[in-house]
């Protein structure tokens, strides 16, 4: 599967963005999705994720609350609603596609097979 995320940009403190990613070759339905986000300096860390069937959804405790992850299947499109944006958020963000299936590893990056390019969220203060 081939993922393209979309939809960075630079906002203010306090408000939002809509991160896109679109998969293509097999439908996202066969996998467990994610989205990272790497700030300078840091680890990539895990934001949210969908289980494979999309019916349990999991997040950092960073963004809980203020982000909110969703798919629109006949898209092939995972999303990341990101409120309530603070400067702290600023990295780069990867959406990405677990074949495994296994929802225990979820936050685990490295369970992950297949990443999209990234996209630039900067939020100033």
């Known amino acids: 599967v081939q993922l393209q995320a979309s939809g960075g940009g630079l906002v203010q403190a306090g408000g939002y963005l809509t991160l896109s990613c679109a998969a293509s070759?097999?439908?996202?339905?066969?996998?467990?999705m994610g989205w990272f986000r790497q700030a300078p300096g840091k680890e990539r860390e895990f934001v949210a994720g969908?289980?494979?069937?999309?019916?349990?959804?999991y997040y950092a405790d960073s963004v809980k609350g203020r982000f909110t992850i969703s798919r629109n299947n006949a898209k092939n499109t995972v999303y990341l609603h990101m409120n309530s944006l603070k400067p702290e958020d600023t990295a780069v963000y990867y959406c990405?596609?677990?074949?495994?299936?296994?929802?225990?590893?979820?936050?685990?990056?490295?369970?992950?097979?297949?990443w999209g390019q990234g996209t630039q969220v900067t939020v100033s203060s």
């Open positions: 969908f289980s494979r069937s999309g019916g349990t959804t």
């Open positions: 990405a596609a677990d074949r495994s299936g296994i929802t225990s590893t979820v936050r685990v990056s490295d369970s992950y097979d297949y």
């Open positions: 070759g097999r439908t996202f339905s066969s996998y467990i």
